[in-house]
C-alpha cells in the first residue's frame, strides 16, 4: 500500500461515523479504530524517502497539535526527520519537538546529538532553529548542555543566532535559576555586540535575569543609545523602558530648577518678614535661621547643567516619535516624561493625538497614559483639545477616558467650550456615559469656582429630565456641590426634598434624605414632612436608603424633637425588626444615643456634636491622580496595581554619579572572524569623547537652554562627512583601520591647536558679541553653551567652540575676523542699549538675502523703547481720537491712569540675581509693534559691584496662542544705575503667566510675569447711547447657559469711596476702562429724564481678541451701590468683578 493511496484511503476513511468533525481529521481514524492502525498512514509518509510527502505528513501533524488532538505518539517518526536536509520539514519537526519534548523526555533526550549537529551546521538558520528547540526542552538533566550551547552562540558568527542565544537565556534561567552568574556572563559579552538585530533581544535578557545589575550597562549606554534608531521595533520598546529606569539612576533632576522657583518664591516672605513682631519665640528664631540657611543654599546652588549623556538619550529617542509602531511611540512618550526638562515634554503631546486615530484598543491604552500626563502638564495638551472631543461611534470606555482628559484640560479660558460641549454629551443614549458627562461637570465646577453656580443651574435643569438615571446622577454630584455652600442654595435642596416621590434609584434617594438631613435647619417646614413620606415607605426601600431615613430621623429628632418624636420611635420600632442586620444595629445605636435613659452611656451628652458636627465638602479628584508611580506605558499603570514582573522606577539621586563610568577604552584585541571597519572604529571612539557628533537635526529647536553641554552643529557635520567617507570601506585589517584612526586623532589634534589659538585671539571681544554669524545653527549652539561659561567649565567651552568651528571654511572664518573689526569699532563709541538695533541691521546684511528675512513687525531703531513712556501716546492714540464727537469734556483726564499711579511687581530680586533687581509694571500704553499685545515696561536696576552684560530674553515657555516680542538686547548695565524697556505680550485674553528666562553674560534666571485681568483690556471711547446698546445686544445674544454675560453684584462703599471722582479713580485704577461721559439733552430724541441716582459707566475691550468689556456702577443711599460687569468672555467678567468689588470696598 502506497503512502499516496494511504492518503487517499485516510481521506474517505472516517465517513462511516457519523460525526463530522472526524471526518475531517485524517489522524484521527474514527472513534472506535483500534489503536495499533492508528495515524499509520502518516507513520509511514514520515518514512518515505519524499520530501514533498514528509512536508504533507508534517503539515498535518501541525495542523492537529493547533486543533488539540494528542500527537505524542508519532514523536518516535518525526524525531528521525530532524537530521532530514529539507530545511521546511526540518522546521515543522522543531516545532513539533517544541510542543512535545517535555512529555516524551527520554525520547527528547535520544536526539540531543542530533540538535548538537545542528549546532554545527554551516547554515545559520539551522543553527539557530537547533539552539531554539535544545532551549525548549524543559528537561533539567540537559541543563549543562544547553549553557554550552548558548555560550558557543553567543560567540557565533551570524548575529542572527547571537539574538537567538539571547532569547534562550530568559528560558535557561526560568529552568534553572542557579544558572544566574554563567548567564550575566553571557549578558556582558552579548551587551557588547554591535550589531542591531542582537541589541533588543539581549536587553530583553538582561531585564529578565539581571534588571539590577546596571553596571553592565555603564559602557555600553552609548552604544546602545546610538544603535537605538536601527533595532526593530519590539527591540526599542524594551531598550526604551530600560533606559529610562538607567537614567533614574544616573542623572540628576532636570526639573529641578522648578523646585528651585518655587522655593524662590517662598525666599520673597521671609525677607519682607524681617520686621515682624520682635516677642517671637525662640524656636521661631531658630526656624527662621534654618529658613536663612536654607535661602542662602538655594542662591548659592549651582544651576543645572544637564548630562551630555542625559541629552544624547533624549535626542536619539525624540526621532522614534515618528514610529509606525504604537508602543515605540508610547515608550519615548513615558521616556521624555520620566526624564524631560519641562519645557520639552510638549513634544510627546502630537505623537500621542497621533496615536489616538488608531484601533480603539490602542486609543484607550494611550488615553489612559493621557489622562495621567494631563494632571501634572495640563499645558502639554490644550493646543489638542479638539482631539479629545468625543464621537458617537467611540466605544463607552474611550468617551469615558476622553471625557476625564477634558476635564483635567479644563481651565478658566476654555471652561466655557468644554460645558458647552458636555451639554450635548448629556443628550446621548449611552446611559453610563451621560452619568460620567455628570461627573465630570461636578468636577470642573469644584475645580474652578467661577463656574461653580453656572454647573450648579445646569444640574439642576437636568433634574427635569425625563431619564431618571440622569436625574439621579444628578442628585448625587449636587449633594457633593452644595456640601460646598450648603446656605446660598436651601432653594436647590426644597426642589430636591420634591423629587423624593418621583426618584426610585436608591443612591439619589439617599443623597437627598442626607442631604435634608445634613442642612435641615435650612428647610425646617419641608424635612419632617419628608421623613413623613418615608416612614410609610420604609419597608419596601432599598438599604442604602433605610440608613439614611434612620439618620434623618435622628437629626430631626435632635433638631426639631416636638413634631418627629414619634415619627423617629416609629422608623427606629420598624428597623430594630429590620432583614438587615446592619440596619438592625443602626436602629439600637442610634435609639441608645439620642434617647437617654438610665442605662445609657456619656455619649448621649454628645449626640448632638456626634450627628450634627460639620463634615467637610468631598473633593472630586481624578481617578488618575496617583497613578503616575507606575512607570507610564506599563500593565501595572494601566491595572492601577502592581503587576508581576515590574519594576519600580527609582527616584532621582541627589546627587549626580560619577559620568566617567560610561567612558570606553578603545580594545586592540578583535576577535578573528569580527574584522572591524575603520567606520566602526570611529563609532567607537566618537563614544569616547564627552560630548557627541550625532546628527542634531532631529532634535529641532525645541531644545531649551538646560541643554547647555550640547554640541555645536559644526562638528556635526564635519564627523558626518568623516563617516560617510569611512562607510564604503566594508572589512579591512585590525592595522589598517588602527593607523586611520590614529591618522584622524592627529588631524583633530590639530584643528584643536589651531582654535584655541584662534579663541585666544579674539579673547578681548565680549563673550556676548562674539557670535559667528555665519548661520543660524552656530548661532543656537553658541547660544546654547552660554551657561557652561558661568559655571567656569573653561576646558569643556574650548573643547566646544573648537570643534564648533573646525568644520567651518575659511571664508567664513574671514568674515568673522572683519565682524570683529566693525563690532570693536562700534564698542569704543556706544556702550548703551540704543546702541542694539544697528548691529541687528549688520546681522542681517550676513544672511543670505530672501523675501522672507524681511522683518516687518521689527520696532524701527529709536530711542522710543528707552524713553518716558508718554512719548507713546502720539502716534496710535491720535488716529483713535480722531473722528470722535463727544459732547463731554470730563472724558480727558479719566482715560488712561497717570504712569505715577501705575502698580510695580517685583520679577528679580536683587539676592536671587545676584545684585540685579527687576521691577516691571503694566504702561497701560499701545505696544506700537503689535497692538494685540499688551505692553509691559521693564525697569533693571544693577546694585552690584560689577557691570552687566548682554541682558536679553531666551526661551520663552508660552501657553498656546500665547506671544512674546522681547525687548532688544542691552549690551552693558554699568554698577549702580538704571534702564527702562518695553517689551510685548499676548496674554490671549487669559491671567496665565508668561515664563521666560532672563539672561545675562553669566547666567539664566527663570522668571514669569502673570498679568490682572484688569490689564487685559484696552479703553475704547463710546457715547452714552452707544453704551446702552451695546449693553442690549449683549444681553440679546445670552444663548443657551443663563448668566454667562451679564454679572451683577450688591455692594456698600465705604465712605472714603462714595464720591464720583473716588469711584472713577479706583475702578479705572482696577482696571484699563475709560470712562462712558454722562450723555446731554440734545444727544436723546425724547429728552430722557434723569436718573434717581448716579450711574457711572465705563468702557473697554480685551487686547486679544477685542471683545466688549462694560463696567456700570450704580452708587444709591447710604454708601449702598450695585456693580454690573457684561463681557462676552464669562471668565474675564467673573474674574473683573472680583478685582472691582475689592477695589471699591477696601
Given at each position: 500500500?502506497?503512502?499516496?493511496?494511504?492518503?487517499?484511503?485516510?481521506?474517505?476513511?472516517?465517513?462511516?461515523?457519523?460525526?463530522?468533525?472526524?471526518?475531517?481529521?485524517?489522524?484521527?481514524?474514527?472513534i472506535?479504530?483500534?489503536?495499533y492502525?492508528?495515524?499509520?498512514?502518516?507513520?509511514?509518509?514520515?518514512?518515505?524517502?519524499?520530501?514533498?510527502?514528509?512536508?504533507?505528513?508534517?503539515?498535518?501533524?501541525?495542523?492537529?497539535?493547533?486543533?488539540?488532538?494528542?500527537?505524542?505518539?508519532?514523536?518516535?517518526?518525526?524525531?528521525?526527520?530532524?537530521?532530514?536536509?529539507?530545511?521546511?520539514?526540518?522546521?515543522?519537526?522543531?516545532?513539533?519537538?517544541?510542543?512535545?519534548a517535555?512529555?516524551?523526555?527520554?525520547?527528547?533526550?535520544?536526539?540531543?546529538?542530533?540538535?548538537?549537529?545542528?549546532?554545527?551546521?554551516?547554515?545559520?538558520?539551522?543553527?539557530?532553529?537547533?539552539?531554539?528547540?535544545?532551549?525548549?526542552?524543559?528537561?533539567?538533566i540537559?541543563?549543562p548542555?544547553?549553557?554550552?550551547?548558548?555560550?558557543?552562540?553567543?560567540?557565533d558568527?551570524?548575529p542572527?543566532?547571537?539574538?537567538?542565544?539571547?532569547?534562550?537565556?530568559?528560558?535557561?534561567?526560568?529552568?534553572?535559576?542557579?544558572?544566574?552568574?554563567?548567564?550575566?556572563e553571557?549578558?556582558?559579552?552579548?551587551?557588547?555586540?554591535?550589531?542591531?538585530?542582537?541589541a533588543?533581544?539581549?536587553?530583553?535578557?538582561?531585564?529578565?535575569?539581571?534588571?539590577e545589575?546596571?553596571d553592565?550597562?555603564?559602557?555600553?549606554?552609548?552604544?546602545?543609545?546610538?544603535?537605538?534608531?536601527?533595532?526593530?521595533?519590539?527591540?526599542?520598546?524594551?531598550?526604551i523602558?530600560?533606559?529610562?529606569?538607567?537614567?533614574?539612576?544616573?542623572?540628576?533632576?532636570?526639573?529641578?530648577?522648578?523646585s528651585?522657583?518655587?522655593?524662590g518664591?517662598?525666599?520673597?516672605?521671609?525677607?519682607g518678614?524681617?520686621?515682624?513682631?520682635?516677642?517671637?519665640?525662640?524656636?521661631?528664631?531658630?526656624?527662621?535661621?534654618?529658613?536663612?540657611?536654607?535661602?542662602?543654599?538655594?542662591?548659592?546652588?549651582?544651576?543645572?547643567?544637564?548630562?551630555?549623556?542625559?541629552?544624547?538619550?533624549?535626542?536619539?529617542?525624540?526621532p522614534?516619535?515618528?514610529?509606525?509602531?504604537?508602543?515605540?511611540?508610547?515608550?519615548?512618550?513615558?521616556?521624555?516624561?520620566?526624564?524631560?526638562?519641562?519645557?520639552?515634554?510638549?513634544?510627546?503631546?502630537?505623537a500621542?493625538?497621533?496615536?489616538?486615530?488608531?484601533?480603539?484598543?490602542?486609543?484607550?491604552?494611550?488615553?489612559?497614559?493621557?489622562?495621567?500626563?494631563?494632571?501634572?502638564r495640563?499645558?502639554?495638551?490644550?493646543?489638542?483639545?479638539?482631539?479629545?472631543?468625543?464621537?458617537?461611534?467611540?466605544?463607552?470606555?474611550?468617551?469615558?477616558l476622553?471625557?476625564?482628559?477634558?476635564?483635567?484640560?479644563a481651565?478658566?479660558?476654555?471652561?466655557?467650550?468644554?460645558?458647552?460641549?458636555?451639554?450635548?454629551?448629556?443628550?446621548?443614549?449611552?446611559?453610563?456615559?451621560?452619568?460620567?458627562?455628570?461627573?465630570?461637570?461636578?468636577?470642573?465646577?469644584?475645580?474652578?469656582?467661577?463656574v461653580?453656580?453656572?454647573?450648579?443651574?445646569?444640574?439642576?435643569?437636568?433634574?427635569?429630565?425625563?431619564?431618571?438615571?440622569?436625574?439621579?446622577?444628578?442628585?448625587?454630584?449636587?449633594?457633593?456641590?452644595?456640601?460646598?455652600?450648603?446656605?446660598?442654595?436651601?432653594?436647590?435642596?426644597?426642589?430636591?426634598?420634591?423629587?423624593?416621590?418621583?426618584?426610585?434609584?436608591?443612591?439619589?434617594r439617599?443623597s437627598?434624605?442626607?442631604?435634608?438631613?445634613?442642612?435641615?435647619?435650612?428647610?425646617?417646614?419641608?424635612?419632617?414632612?419628608?421623613?413623613?413620606?418615608?416612614?410609610?415607605?420604609?419597608?419596601?426601600?432599598?438599604?442604602?436608603?433605610?440608613?439614611q431615613?434612620?439618620n434623618?430621623?435622628?437629626?430631626?429628632?435632635?433638631?426639631?424633637?416636638?413634631?418627629?418624636?414619634?415619627?423617629?420611635?416609629?422608623?427606629?420600632?420598624?428597623?430594630?425588626?429590620?432583614?438587615?442586620?446592619?440596619?438592625?444595629?443602626?436602629?439600637?445605636?442610634?435609639?441608645?444615643?439620642?434617647?437617654?435613659?438610665?442605662?445609657?452611656?456619656?455619649?448621649?451628652?454628645?449626640a448632638?456634636?456626634l450627628?450634627?458636627?460639620?463634615?467637610?465638602?468631598?473633593?472630586?479628584?481624578?481617578?488618575?491622580?496617583?497613578?503616575?508611580?507606575?512607570?507610564?506605558?506599563s500593565?501595572?499603570?494601566?491595572?492601577?496595581?502592581?503587576?508581576?514582573?515590574?519594576?519600580?522606577?527609582?527616584?532621582?539621586?541627589?546627587?549626580?554619579?560619577?559620568p566617567?563610568?560610561?567612558?570606553?577604552?578603545?580594545?586592540?584585541?578583535?576577535p578573528?572572524?569580527?574584522?572591524?571597519?575603520?567606520?566602526?572604529?570611529?563609532?567607537?571612539?566618537?563614544?569616547?569623547?564627552?560630548?557627541?557628533?550625532?546628527?542634531?537635526g532631529?532634535?529641532?529647536?525645541?531644545?531649551?537652554?538646560?541643554?547647555?553641554?550640547?554640541?555645536?552643529?559644526?562638528s556635526?557635520?564635519?564627523?558626518?562627512?568623516?563617516?560617510?567617507?569611512s562607510?564604503?570601506?566594508?572589512?579591512?585589517?585590525?592595522?589598517?583601520?588602527?593607523?586611520?584612526?590614529?591618522?584622524?586623532?592627529?588631524?583633530?589634534?590639530?584643528?584643536?591647536?589651531?582654535?584655541?589659538?584662534?579663541?585666544?585671539?579674539?579673547?578681548?571681544?565680549?563673550?556676548?558679541?562674539?557670535e559667528?554669524?555665519?548661520?543660524?545653527?552656530?548661532?543656537?549652539?553658541?547660544?546654547?553653551?552660554?551657561?557652561?561659561?558661568?559655571?567656569?567649565?573653561?576646558?569643556?567651552?574650548?573643547?566646544?567652540?573648537?570643534?564648533?568651528?573646525?568644520?567651518?571654511?575659511?571664508?567664513?572664518?574671514?568674515?568673522?575676523?572683519?565682524?570683529?573689526e566693525?563690532?570693536?569699532?562700534?564698542?569704543?563709541?556706544?556702550?548703551?542699549?540704543?546702541?542694539?538695533?544697528?548691529?541687528?541691521?549688520?546681522?542681517?546684511?550676513?544672511k543670505?538675502?530672501?523675501?522672507?528675512?524681511?522683518?516687518?513687525?521689527?520696532?524701527?531703531?529709536?530711542?522710543?523703547?528707552?524713553?518716558?513712556?508718554?512719548?507713546?501716546?502720539?502716534?496710535?492714540?491720535v488716529?483713535?481720537?480722531?473722528?470722535?464727537?463727544?459732547?463731554?469734556?470730563?472724558?480727558?483726564p479719566?482715560?488712561?491712569?497717570?504712569?505715577?499711579?501705575?502698580?510695580?511687581?517685583?520679577?528679580?530680586?536683587?539676592?536671587?540675581?545676584?545684585?540685579?533687581?527687576?521691577?516691571?509694571?503694566?504702561?497701560?500704553?499701545?505696544?506700537?509693534?503689535?497692538?494685540?499685545?499688551?505692553a509691559?515696561?521693564?525697569?533693571?536696576?544693577?546694585?552690584?559691584?560689577?557691570?552687566?552684560?548682554?541682558?536679553?530674553?531666551e526661551?520663552?515657555?508660552?501657553?498656546?496662542?500665547?506671544?512674546?516680542?522681547?525687548?532688544?538686547?542691552?549690551?552693558?548695565?554699568?554698577?549702580?544705575?538704571?534702564?527702562?524697556?518695553?517689551?510685548?505680550?499676548?496674554?490671549?485674553?487669559?491671567?496665565?503667566?508668561?515664563?521666560?528666562?532672563?539672561c545675562?553674560?553669566?547666567?539664566?534666571?527663570?522668571?514669569?510675569?502673570?498679568?490682572?485681568?484688569?490689564?487685559?483690556?484696552?479703553?475704547?471711547?463710546?457715547?452714552?447711547?452707544?453704551?446702552?446698546?451695546?449693553?442690549?445686544?449683549?444681553?440679546?445674544s445670552l444663548?443657551?447657559?443663563?448668566?454667562?454675560?451679564?454679572?451683577?453684584?450688591?455692594?456698600?462703599?465705604?465712605?472714603?469711596?462714595?464720591?464720583?471722582?473716588?469711584?472713577?479713580?479706583?475702578v479705572?485704577?482696577?482696571?484699563?476702562?475709560?470712562?462712558?461721559?454722562?450723555?446731554?439733552?440734545?444727544?436723546?430724541?425724547?429728552?430722557?429724564?434723569?436718573?434717581?441716582?448716579?450711574?457711572?459707566?465705563?468702557?473697554?475691550?480685551?487686547?486679544?481678541?477685542?471683545?466688549?468689556?462694560?463696567?456700570?456702577?450704580?452708587?444709591?443711599?447710604?454708601?449702598?451701590?450695585?456693580?454690573?460687569v457684561?463681557?462676552?468672555?464669562?471668565?474675564?467678567?467673573?474674574?473683573l468683578?472680583?478685582?472691582?468689588?475689592?477695589?471699591?470696598?477696601?
Amino acid at each position: 500500500m502506497s503512502a499516496s493511496s494511504a492518503f487517499n484511503d485516510e481521506k474517505g476513511g472516517s465517513s462511516n461515523v457519523g460525526e463530522p468533525e472526524y471526518g475531517h481529521d485524517p489522524a484521527s481514524g474514527g472513534i472506535f479504530s483500534s489503536d495499533y492502525k492508528r495515524h499509520d498512514d502518516l507513520k509511514e509518509m514520515l518514512d518515505s524517502n519524499k520530501d514533498s510527502l514528509k512536508l504533507e505528513a508534517m503539515k498535518r501533524i501541525v495542523a492537529m497539535i493547533a486543533r488539540g488532538k494528542n500527537a505524542s505518539d508519532l514523536f518516535p517518526a518525526v524525531v528521525k526527520n530532524v537530521a532530514c536536509k529539507n530545511i521546511e520539514v526540518k522546521k515543522l519537526v522543531y516545532v513539533y519537538l517544541v510542543r512535545y519534548a517535555e512529555e516524551q523526555q527520554d525520547l527528547a533526550l535520544l536526539s540531543i546529538s542530533t540538535f548538537q549537529r545542528g549546532l554545527k551546521d554551516p547554515n545559520q538558520l539551522i543553527r539557530a532553529s537547533a539552539l531554539r528547540v535544545l532551549s525548549s526542552i524543559r528537561v533539567t538533566i540537559i541543563v549543562p548542555i544547553m549553557m554550552l550551547a548558548i555560550k558557543e552562540a553567543a560567540s557565533d558568527m551570524s548575529p542572527y543566532v547571537r539574538k537567538t542565544a539571547a532569547h534562550a537565556i530568559p528560558k535557561l534561567y526560568s529552568l534553572d535559576p542557579e544558572q544566574k552568574d554563567c548567564l550575566i556572563e553571557v549578558i556582558e559579552k552579548l551587551l557588547a555586540d554591535k550589531t542591531t538585530l542582537v541589541a533588543g533581544s539581549v536587553v530583553m535578557a538582561f531585564e529578565e535575569v539581571c534588571p539590577e545589575r546596571i553596571d553592565l550597562i555603564h559602557k555600553n549606554y552609548r552604544k546602545l543609545c546610538n544603535l537605538l534608531i536601527d533595532v526593530e521595533e519590539w527591540g526599542q520598546v524594551v531598550i526604551i523602558n530600560m533606559l529610562t529606569r538607567y537614567a533614574r539612576t544616573q542623572f540628576l533632576n532636570p526639573n529641578m530648577n522648578e523646585s528651585l522657583l518655587e522655593e524662590g518664591g517662598g525666599e520673597k516672605a521671609f525677607y519682607g518678614s524681617d520686621n515682624d513682631d520682635d516677642t517671637d519665640d525662640e524656636e521661631d528664631k531658630e526656624e527662621k535661621e534654618k529658613k536663612k540657611t536654607e535661602a542662602t543654599a538655594i542662591v548659592k546652588r549651582k544651576p543645572y547643567v544637564m548630562d551630555p549623556d542625559h541629552r544624547l538619550l533624549l535626542r536619539n529617542t525624540k526621532p522614534l516619535l515618528q514610529s509606525r509602531n504604537a508602543a515605540v511611540v508610547m515608550a519615548v512618550a513615558q521616556l521624555y516624561f520620566h526624564l524631560a526638562p519641562k519645557a520639552e515634554v510638549g513634544v510627546i503631546a502630537k505623537a500621542l493625538v497621533r496615536l489616538m486615530r488608531s484601533h480603539s484598543e490602542v486609543q484607550y491604552v494611550v488615553l489612559q497614559n493621557v489622562a495621567t500626563m494631563s494632571i501634572k502638564r495640563r499645558g502639554m495638551f490644550e493646543p489638542y483639545l479638539k482631539s479629545f472631543y468625543i464621537r458617537s461611534t467611540d466605544p463607552t470606555q474611550i468617551k469615558v477616558l476622553k471625557l476625564e482628559v477634558l476635564t483635567n484640560l479644563a481651565n478658566e479660558t476654555n471652561i466655557s467650550t468644554i460645558l458647552r460641549e458636555f451639554q450635548t454629551y448629556i443628550k446621548s443614549n449611552d446611559k453610563d456615559f451621560v452619568a460620567a458627562t455628570i461627573q465630570a461637570i461636578g468636577r470642573c465646577a469644584t475645580n474652578i469656582g467661577e463656574v461653580r453656580d453656572t454647573c450648579l443651574n445646569g444640574l439642576v435643569q437636568l433634574l427635569s429630565n425625563r431619564d431618571e438615571l440622569v436625574v439621579a446622577e444628578s442628585v448625587v454630584v449636587i449633594k457633593k456641590l452644595l456640601q460646598m455652600q450648603p446656605e446660598q442654595h436651601s432653594d436647590i435642596i426644597k426642589h430636591m426634598a420634591k423629587l423624593t416621590d418621583n426618584i426610585q434609584v436608591p443612591m439619589a434617594r439617599a443623597s437627598i434624605l442626607w442631604l435634608i438631613g445634613e442642612y435641615c435647619e435650612h428647610v425646617p417646614k419641608i424635612a419632617p414632612d419628608v421623613l413623613r413620606k418615608m416612614a410609610k415607605t420604609f419597608t419596601n426601600e432599598e438599604d442604602i436608603v433605610k440608613l439614611q431615613i434612620i439618620n434623618l430621623a435622628a437629626k430631626l429628632y435632635l433638631t426639631n424633637s416636638k413634631q418627629t418624636k414619634l415619627l423617629t420611635q416609629y422608623v427606629l420600632n420598624l428597623a430594630k425588626y429590620d432583614q438587615n442586620y446592619d440596619i438592625r444595629d443602626r436602629a439600637r445605636f442610634i435609639r441608645q444615643l439620642i434617647v437617654p435613659t438610665d442605662k445609657s452611656g456619656a455619649l448621649s451628652k454628645y449626640a448632638k456634636k456626634l450627628f450634627l458636627a460639620l463634615k467637610p465638602a468631598p473633593v472630586l479628584e481624578s481617578p488618575f491622580k496617583d497613578r503616575d508611580h507606575f512607570q507610564l506605558g506599563s500593565l501595572s499603570h494601566l491595572l492601577n496595581a502592581k503587576a508581576g514582573g515590574y519594576q519600580v522606577l527609582p527616584d532621582w539621586p541627589e546627587a549626580a554619579p560619577d559620568p566617567s563610568v560610561r567612558n570606553v577604552e578603545v580594545k586592540e584585541s578583535v576577535p578573528e572572524w569580527t574584522k572591524c571597519s575603520s567606520r566602526e572604529k570611529r563609532k567607537e571612539k566618537k563614544a569616547d569623547k564627552p560630548f557627541y557628533s550625532d546628527s542634531e537635526g532631529e532634535s529641532g529647536p525645541t531644545e531649551s537652554a538646560d541643554s547647555a553641554s550640547d554640541t555645536a552643529s559644526g562638528s556635526e557635520s564635519g564627523s558626518g562627512s568623516e563617516e560617510s567617507g569611512s562607510g564604503s570601506e566594508s572589512e579591512e585589517s585590525n592595522e589598517d583601520s588602527e593607523s586611520a584612526s590614529e591618522e584622524d586623532e592627529e588631524e583633530e589634534g590639530k584643528k584643536k591647536k589651531k582654535n584655541v589659538e584662534k579663541i585666544k585671539a579674539r579673547k578681548p571681544v565680549p563673550e556676548s558679541e562674539s557670535e559667528p554669524s555665519s548661520g543660524e545653527e552656530v548661532k543656537k549652539s553658541e547660544k546654547k553653551s552660554k551657561p557652561r561659561i558661568g559655571s567656569s567649565e573653561s576646558e569643556s567651552e574650548e573643547d566646544e567652540d573648537s570643534e564648533s568651528e573646525s568644520s567651518e571654511s575659511e571664508e567664513e572664518e574671514s568674515e568673522e575676523e572683519s565682524e570683529e573689526e566693525t563690532k570693536k569699532k562700534k564698542k569704543t563709541t556706544a556702550s548703551k542699549p540704543p546702541s542694539k538695533p544697528p548691529k541687528k541691521e549688520n546681522k542681517k546684511e550676513k544672511k543670505e538675502m530672501s523675501l522672507l528675512d524681511f522683518d516687518d513687525f521689527d520696532p524701527a531703531p529709536s530711542p522710543s523703547q528707552v524713553t518716558p513712556l508718554n512719548n507713546f501716546l502720539s502716534s496710535s492714540l491720535v488716529t483713535d481720537l480722531e473722528g470722535l464727537s463727544l459732547t463731554d469734556n470730563v472724558l480727558s483726564p479719566t482715560t488712561i491712569v497717570p504712569s505715577g499711579n501705575l502698580k510695580t511687581y517685583e520679577l528679580l530680586h536683587r539676592i536671587t540675581g545676584e545684585g540685579l533687581s527687576v521691577e516691571y509694571c503694566f504702561s497701560r500704553q499701545p505696544f506700537s509693534p503689535d497692538p494685540h499685545m499688551v505692553a509691559v515696561k521693564i525697569q533693571f536696576t544693577n546694585s552690584a559691584t560689577s557691570e552687566a552684560k548682554s541682558l536679553h530674553v531666551e526661551d520663552a515657555k508660552l501657553q498656546s496662542g500665547m506671544r512674546i516680542k522681547e525687548f532688544p538686547e542691552i549690551e552693558v548695565l554699568p554698577a549702580g544705575e538704571t534702564v527702562s524697556v518695553v517689551m510685548g505680550i499676548d496674554f490671549c485674553d487669559s491671567t496665565q503667566a508668561a515664563n521666560f528666562q532672563l539672561c545675562t553674560h553669566t547666567r539664566k534666571f527663570f522668571v514669569s510675569i502673570q498679568p490682572p485681568v484688569g490689564e487685559l483690556m484696552m479703553p475704547i471711547f463710546m457715547t452714552e447711547n452707544e453704551f446702552k446698546k451695546e449693553q442690549e445686544t449683549l444681553l440679546q445674544s445670552l444663548g443657551q447657559l443663563m448668566g454667562m454675560n451679564e454679572i451683577t453684584e450688591k455692594l456698600t462703599l465705604e465712605e472714603k469711596c462714595q464720591g464720583e471722582h473716588a469711584v472713577v479713580q479706583r475702578v479705572t485704577t482696577a482696571a484699563n476702562l475709560s470712562r462712558v461721559p454722562c450723555g446731554s439733552d440734545k444727544e436723546c430724541s425724547p429728552p430722557v429724564p434723569p436718573p434717581p441716582f448716579p450711574i457711572h459707566r465705563f468702557a473697554g475691550k480685551t487686547v486679544t481678541s477685542g471683545s466688549l468689556v462694560l463696567v456700570s456702577v450704580v452708587t444709591k443711599e447710604d454708601g449702598a451701590a450695585q456693580l454690573t460687569v457684561n463681557c462676552e468672555k464669562m471668565v474675564i467678567g467673573t474674574m473683573l468683578v472680583k478685582d472691582i468689588l475689592q477695589a471699591l470696598t477696601q
